[in-house]
């Protein structure tokens, strides 16, 4: 029986420490291999000296957790290998991007609009995921309003009977620390297009130039409309 893996990341919080919120999707066709390339991406970091440490983004870029102390030399190389991987694992993704303060504060507002957005995609594309005779929806629960809005739309667009609803962390899932350097790149280029970027992403990223050249241009190929 065929599966299918979604694979949920979120950035931004309701209130007022990010501009934008962001939830990225990962679809995986379970049938398609990502143990090779994964032995290639670990066998990489052996062979370079580099540590093989769960990817997460944000300490990534800011030099936190498992990065703590760690060059930004290294912290790029580790960047680098890891897109990498993404950019040769075999899935495709989509991203939901807002700006809160189109919603006024009115969270009801947001909470519903993220709802129609899953809701919608799914919808758009309901021929291909009855398809599979599972869809296995990986999230860490992280948030609520990411919760609610997952479990209402799928439920909704599909058959409940199809999903499996299993928490997870961005250490044990390759897929799931992908869509967690998907969902930064693609907050990265927002902030790039209204030249809100940061020190740290000009030290990471380089100019905008650089940016879509050498990230955003390699992972938008596995975009999904």
Request: net charge neutral.
């Amino acid at each position: 029986m065929s599966e299918l893996s979604i694979m949920c990341d979120e950035s931004g919080e309701w209130g007022k420490l990010s501009e934008y919120y962001l939830i990225t999707l990962v679809f995986h066709d379970q049938s398609d291999d990502l143990g090779t390339h994964i032995a290639k991406y670990e066998a990489h970091l052996g062979n370079a000296g580099l540590p093989d440490i769960p990817f997460h983004a944000g300490p990534l870029l800011n030099g936190h957790g498992d990065y703590e102390g760690m060059q930004m030399r290294e912290r790029k190389r580790l960047l680098v290998a890891f897109l990498t991987l993404v950019r040769n694992m075999p899935f495709t993704y989509v991203t939901f991007a807002h700006k809160k303060s189109e919603f006024d504060d009115n969270r009801q507002r947001f909470e519903a609009q993220l709802k129609r957005d899953l809701a919608d995609y799914l919808l758009s594309h309901l021929e291909r995921f009855q398809t599979y005779g599972t869809v296995k929806v990986y999230y860490d629960n992280g948030q609520q309003v990411v919760t609610d809005a997952l479990k209402s739309s799928i439920s909704y667009a599909l058959s409940k009977e199809a999903i499996v609803y299993r928490e997870t962390c961005v250490r044990d899932y390759r897929l799931e620390q992908s869509a967690d350097l998907l969902c930064t790149l693609e907050l990265t280029a927002l902030k790039y297009a209204a030249n809100t970027q940061t020190a740290t992403d000009l030290k990471i990223f380089g100019n905008a130039r650089a940016f879509k050249m050498n990230y955003l241009k390699a992972v938008r190929k596995k975009l999904r409309s």
